[in-house]
DNA sequence: TTTTGAGTTGTTCGA
DNA sequence: GTCGAACAACTCAAA
């Protein structure tokens, strides 16, 4: 008997439920990745998620011909190579890991009229289906989605699937070439051993950086965070073990602080699977506002200030810099996220699903649920949604979260030598201050794009029209 | 069915 | 300089 494991969000051999099944349904077992045109030529592609994809699929290769097993790969239409695959290899049966997005669902669906296709959950930590309110209902707020998910069970290290000595499996027949790709920007190592590196550096020690993290993680200028978005992305760590990192260290935390940091860190774990739950139930929310009664938000849309919203020229330093990151590594700061966000829909009020695509199409972690959970929420059209007058403050925000302007000045080399008293607000250097520091503004920077005070009460009025 | 309490991440203004 | 209120209702979840 053959089974075939159709990897696709699950680049990982530890705790793996789809390769288990995969295993105990077949005994000889195919590991499969599909190319998908449909993905990969889509115009929500990433460069840079592409080349972290595919250099994890050349690690996992390379991890599953150490236990006699190998990878096979092939480019085309999931629904003609998988059934394709089968027929070549006599498999009886297909396991993969379950996925949430509308194209995801389709394409599965599409794929399980050819072939027997079993499904088995392993992206988030309880199914999509699994946290709903007493009527049977999903969630629409985070906070009792969150009480509701803690009450389930939850998983604790025993639950972890070990992986498996030895894959048996066929002589597989030849692959389709990889795509080309660009090279890596990001400081993100693909792989599944980097993915437990860096876990274990989180969350292993008295002094662990999860303990901090409630405070840290806000900090620009710092790496406070677990650096662990894009190996969730593709599943190079299951978040079922993330998860139970986060308990064992509660259970370890001596101090108040310590406890409230690995709390926060379990919910934004909880996040991921909050906006993974609403895409599954409200899969229109990927194509516009979860509250229709926002559709009539009266967008500027400006072109121009979209194109040096992108890069990084609106003027605000923190959110220059911000966007600057963004293009040079294909990652950006949460915190940096918030403030881009805010910016180019509530000062230069520019749709959503704008800024939403643009992250797509950037972002090496960039995951359909939770970046357009975040879009929504900034925008104020989301399940759970910032009120429409939280509006950040570039200025305020730069100076709380980069004090001493280092992120600004790490992603804006223009700004080096600008002093601190100005560096969250250089277009208010007098000259002389901008010649001895070798930025003029207007030339050397922006000037800014709007004035945030004016765009600030733009946006109110506009709100306060459509709602 | 009705009622009640609560709701990620902020900013500004005026006392 | 500090601090509390206002920003505005509305929807959700649960009793």
């Known amino acids: 008997m053959t089974a075939i494991w159709w990897i696709r969000r699950d680049l990982r051999l530890i705790d793996n439920p789809a390769l288990h099944a995969a295993l105990a349904g077949g005994g000889r077992v195919v590991?499969?990745?599909?190319?998908?045109?449909?993905?990969?030529?889509?115009?929500?592609?990433?460069?840079?998620?592409?080349?972290?994809?595919?250099?994890?699929?050349?690690?996992?290769?390379?991890d599953l011909q150490k236990r006699g097993s190998g990878l096979l790969v092939r480019l085309g239409k999931p629904?003609?190579?998988?059934?394709?695959?089968?027929?070549?290899?006599?498999?009886?049966?297909?396991?993969?890991?379950?996925?949430?997005?509308?194209?995801?669902?389709?394409?599965?669906?599409?794929?399980?009229?050819?072939?027997?296709?079993?499904?088995?959950?392993?992206l988030t930590v309880h199914p999509p289906d699994w946290v709903l309110k007493a009527d049977s209902t999903p969630y629409t707020v985070f906070t009792p989605f969150s009480k509701a998910w803690k009450s389930h069970a939850l998983p604790n290290a025993n639950d972890l699937l070990p992986v498996p000595d030895r894959i048996a499996t066929p002589d597989l027949p030849p692959s389709d070439a990889m795509p080309e790709t660009e090279a890596l920007k990001a400081p993100f190592p693909p792989g599944e051993t980097e993915a437990q590196h860096r876990l274990a550096v989180f969350v292993e020690g008295s002094d662990a950086p999860i303990f901090r993290y409630g405070v840290d993680r806000n900090q620009l200028d710092l790496d406070g965070t677990s650096q662990l978005s894009p190996y969730l992305r593709l599943g190079m760590i299951s978040a079922r073990q993330a998860v139970v990192a986060a308990l064992q260290a509660r259970d370890r935390a001596t101090t108040a602080a310590a406890q409230k940091g690995v709390e926060t860190w379990l919910n934004e774990l909880i996040w991921r699977e909050f906006y993974a739950a609403i895409l599954y139930h409200f899969p229109h929310v990927r194509r516009g506002n979860f509250r229709p009664q926002y559709d009539t938000i009266p967008w500027r849309n400006d072109g121009?200030?979209?194109?040096?919203?992108?890069?990084?020229?609106?003027?605000?330093?923190?959110?220059?810099?911000?966007?600057?990151?963004l293009l040079a590594t294909g990652w950006m700061?949460?915190?940096?996220?918030?403030?881009?966000?805010?910016?180019?829909?509530?000062?230069?009020?520019?749709?959503?699903?704008?800024?939403?695509?643009?992250?797509?199409?950037?972002?090496?972690?960039?995951?359909?649920?939770?970046?357009?959970?975040?879009?929504?929420?900034?925008?104020?059209?989301?399940?759970?949604?910032?009120?429409?007058?939280?509006?950040?403050?570039?200025?305020?925000?730069?100076?709380?979260?980069?004090?001493?302007?280092?992120?600004?000045?790490?992603?804006?080399?223009?700004?080096?030598?600008?002093?601190d008293k100005y560096i969250h607000?250089?277009?208010?250097?007098?000259?002389?201050?901008?010649k001895k520091a070798g930025c003029i503004i207007g030339k050397d920077y922006p000037a800014p794009i709007v004035d945030h005070g004016q765009a600030r009460q733009r946006t109110m009025d506009a709100y306060k029209v459509s709602s």
Not at 92 to 107: K, L, M
Not at 396 to 418: C, H, M, S
């Open 79 to 122: 629904e003609l190579v998988v059934p394709q695959v089968v027929s070549e290899v006599r498999a009886t049966a297909v396991y993969a890991q379950a996925d949430i997005s509308p194209y995801a669902r389709q394409r599965d669906k599409r794929v399980a009229e050819a072939v027997q296709l079993n499904l088995v959950p392993g």
């Open 333 to 419: 700061h949460n915190r940096a996220r918030m403030i881009v966000a805010s910016f180019l829909v509530k000062d230069l009020l520019i749709d959503w699903r704008w800024g939403e695509k643009w992250f797509m199409q950037h972002l090496v972690d960039g995951d359909p649920a939770a970046n357009n959970g975040g879009w929504q929420w900034t925008a104020g059209t989301g399940t759970d949604a910032a009120p429409y007058f939280r509006i950040f403050n570039p200025m305020t925000q730069g100076a709380k979260f980069d004090p001493d302007g280092a992120y600004i000045r790490r992603w804006l080399p223009e700004l080096a030598n600008v002093p």
């Open 425 to 434: 607000e250089p277009y208010k250097m007098p000259l002389p201050a901008q």
């Open 304 to 325: 121009t200030e979209f194109a040096a919203w992108c890069a990084g020229k609106t003027g605000y330093p923190v959110v220059d810099a911000a966007m600057r990151q």
């Open 31 to 62: 590991p499969l990745f599909v190319l998908d045109p449909a993905l990969l030529g889509s115009d929500w592609v990433a460069p840079q998620r592409v080349a972290f994809l595919v250099a994890g699929l050349r690690l996992l290769a390379a």
